[in-house]
């Protein structure tokens, strides 16, 4: 055993140091390049839009470039889900495969743009993403953006990106990802600019810093990304607390750190903090920050000359910013770069839209089904209808792509039916505004129909970033229900058709679901699915695939009912801490078949628990279920969550399968946050739950299969 381990430990020193010693390599390398700046060379190179410097060899660069759900703003590239949907799709293996195929996409294209001599914005290596903040209330217009509203869940599938996007040579780096917006940051989008935020404690270190700290310690993210509000009354591009104490000195962060774009500026314009730009850069390169977006740094000659700065501050600052470039291998030519060659035959390659179809299909959740669907493809009549349709822009979210092909609901429907099936289409209504004619023939064709599905929701236009979203206060919503225009359309046709209304809905965030559910025979949440969202819907409709999708935030009953959206207390939010006004639960979907959950176990030893289930698939459909594991800690309620997400696997069952699962439950989900900020094991009884969705009253009222276990923790 023991020559065994020896052996094994050589091994293990061997590849790292050659790796270890090349990095030395390339800091060496940085530090001679930043000596041999002048200083205002170093001032340029702080901003995102740098300039060339033609003497060393140094190309323009500009840092800005998006990755969101595929490579954004940059002409033709594939098309995958909104990070909502991402998220529904509880795959950390499919999420790593997303973001590596956004890597290769970005390295090709960011090869022609250089033959071209193309340095604008968008065409870089550093993509700004993913967003990990946490959906804590379903009004955000970002929430689109994230993977729902638990920590946990985020920062696995955060973390599964970014190792996609970053690639797995031990030196250098297919791209840059980047956590933002760190930190606390959720909205409202009007106030973000301004808003200072001062959570407890316990919820910042429960709720809003967990999946930074595992993309940071176990993704090894390259860049972090401030965000624009104060925490603590500090701006936090300008936070010596959380981009010096916590970020890198606490987590040992190593890369760089961007300003989101103007938040500098709002540390003198915005959070009154400073009374001019030179104190403002003096405030964020002192806190830890590394480039801005933006240019109020144009100053920093200024805040040197009042000694406010000195130079070396700047070498600082500038060391990881040259660092990330020649981990990329293009601050100057580097032929050792693995990432040199990607051909741009990739882009929108066929590997790549089939997986943009297996991300939406796995991201599609069946809310409810009273037996409309699966349906028959020799269906004699059917008929497809509502705003989003025939509208690629409906597939799209914000922070997209643009991709060569698009498949819309319409079209992916169409080409399930048989050819001996009457298929009719008409919009029906507008996205938001009254219909204005009295007749709207669509209303008796949907009744007449066999089965009629109805494409409603939410779109770019209504919810979105700041400025973004053009039918919305800032990009938020006021208000979590379905646009009147929309619904009373859906009322009219109920009114004449007693069965067969499947309606599928799109959108990034939680909606009323009180009157939907109640007039729809079946309800989908198809999210923004990317390109091949028809297509993706049109197996899932019609039984060619089944659901396994399942919802990575909590539905309320009422959003009236929800605490005041500025409120960044997590008391009332999230499956975490509510007790009541849920109507559909985190985690849950359903399937065209049923799986029970029985004989839970769990095994404490060393203060780590191993869970154990049986699953059983007693149907006639293949299913893939997503088993979660809940752990309720002693004062579950009271000093510590309701429950939270432990773990969580899809399960693949065959028809009549049975088949015994074990999660291992990471420790930090054991830990109990106290208002001081520390996490502690609690001595007591702990209990485990496995289940479909997250355990509440309305869980167990919809029927979800759920199995507990106790143990007690020493």
């Known amino acids: ?103 290769t996409e970005g390295r090709a294209k960011y090869e022609v743009a ?66 933002k917006h760190y930190a606390v940051h959720s909205g409202p989008e009007g106030t973000r600019h301004s808003a200072n935020v001062e959570p407890s404690k316990r919820d910042l270190w429960e709720t809003y810093l967990p999946a930074f700290r595992m993309l940071v310690q176990e993704g090894k993210v390259e860049t972090i990304m401030g965000a624009y509000n104060r925490v603590y009354g500090e701006s936090c591009s300008g936070s010596q607390f959380l981009l010096t104490d916590v970020l890198r000195k606490k987590w040992g962060f190593k890369g760089h750190v961007v300003s989101d774009c103007g938040a ?169 505004s009254p219909t204005r004619n009295s007749i709207n023939w669509a209303v008796d064709e949907a009744a007449g129909a066999e089965v009629t599905v109805i494409v409603m929701g939410n779109n770019g236009n209504l919810e979105g970033e700041e400025g973004e979203a053009i039918d919305s206060e800032s990009g938020d919503r006021t208000s979590i229900s379905i646009p009147e225009s929309q619904m009373k359309f859906l009322r009219d046709i109920r009114a004449l058709k007693k069965s067969g209304i499947v309606v599928v809905l799109t959108g990034g965030s939680p909606v009323d679901m009180r009157e939907v559910s109640m007039l729809a025979d079946a309800v989908v949440m198809a999210w923004y699915p990317g390109q091949e969202g028809g297509y993706a819907l049109g197996d899932l409709l019609f039984g060619d695939a089944n659901f396994s999708g399942r919802l990575p935030v909590t539905f309320p009953v009422n959003g009236d009912l929800l605490p005041p959206f500025e409120d960044y207390s997590m008391q009332g939010r999230t499956y975490k801490y509510m007790t009541d006004n849920i109507f559909y639960p985190f985690g849950y979907g359903l399937t065209y078949g049923r799986v029970e959950y029985r004989d839970a176990r769990v095994v404490v030893q060393d203060q780590k628990a191993m869970v154990s289930v049986t699953l059983s698939n007693p149907s006639e459909w293949p299913v893939t279920e997503v088993a979660q594991v809940y752990v309720s800690a002693p004062g579950a309620g009271v000093s510590a969550p309701l429950q939270q ?30 208002e001081d900020g520390e996490s502690r094991l609690v001595k007591g009884e ?29």
């Open 1 to 103: 055993m023991k020559k065994y381990y020896l052996i094994i430990v050589s091994i293990m020193m061997t590849i790292p140091t050659s790796a270890q010693d090349r990095m030395k390599q390339l800091e060496q390398k940085a530090h001679e390049i930043i000596s041999q700046m002048t200083l205002e060379e170093k001032i340029s190179q702080l901003m995102n839009e740098t300039p060339g410097i033609p003497r060393m060899g140094i190309e323009p660069y500009d840092w800005w470039n998006e990755g969101l759900h595929g490579v954004g703003r940059d002409g033709r590239a594939t098309v995958f889900p909104q990070p909502i949907g991402l998220g529904a799709t509880f795959d950390p293996s499919l999420v790593q495969q997303v973001g590596d195929v956004i890597a």
């Open 645 to 674: 997400l432990g773990a969580f696997q899809r399960v693949a069952l065959a028809p009549g399968e049975s088949r015994e699962v074990t999660f291992q439950i990471a420790p930090e989900q054991l830990m109990t946050v106290g």
């Open 114 to 179: 250089r033959k071209n001599k193309n340095y604008a914005r968008y065409t870089g290596l550093t993509f700004w993403s993913p967003n990990i903040n946490i959906f804590r209330d379903p009004r955000w217009g970002r929430g689109m953006e994230t993977y729902g509203e638990d920590p946990y869940l985020t920062g696995v599938l955060g973390t599964a990106y970014v190792k996609g996007m970053q690639g797995d040579d031990p030196v250098y780096l297919k791209v840059a990802a980047c956590g």
């Open 686 to 714: 702990y209990t485990f739950t496995v289940a479909g969705a997250a355990p509440s009253a309305r869980t167990r009222q919809l029927g979800v299969p759920m199995v507990e276990a106790k143990a007690f923790l020493p």
């Open 264 to 432: 500098v500026t709002d540390i003198y314009a915005g959070h009154k903090i400073a009374k001019t730009e030179a104190e403002a850069c003096a405030i964020a390169i002192k806190a830890g920050l590394n480039v801005e977006c933006g240019n109020t740094f144009r100053a920093m000659k200024e805040a040197i000359d009042q000694k406010l700065l000195k130079e070396k501050d700047l070498d600082k600052a500038l060391f990881p910013l040259m660092m990330t470039r020649l981990k990329l291998g293009i601050l100057q030519p580097d032929a050792a770069c693995p990432y040199n060659h990607i051909s741009e035959s990739v882009i929108c390659s066929e590997p790549h839209i089939a997986l943009s179809k297996q991300a939406a299909t796995e991201s599609m959740v069946l809310l409810k089904n009273d037996g409309v669907l699966p349906i028959k493809k020799d269906i004699h009549t059917l008929f497809v209808t509502g705003a989003g349709a025939a509208d690629a822009f409906w597939l799209m979210g914000n922070y997209f792509g643009i991709s060569n092909r698009y498949c819309t609901y319409l079209q992916g429907i169409v080409s399930k039916v048989s050819n001996g099936t009457a298929v009719n289409y008409r919009p029906g209504v507008l996205e938001s």
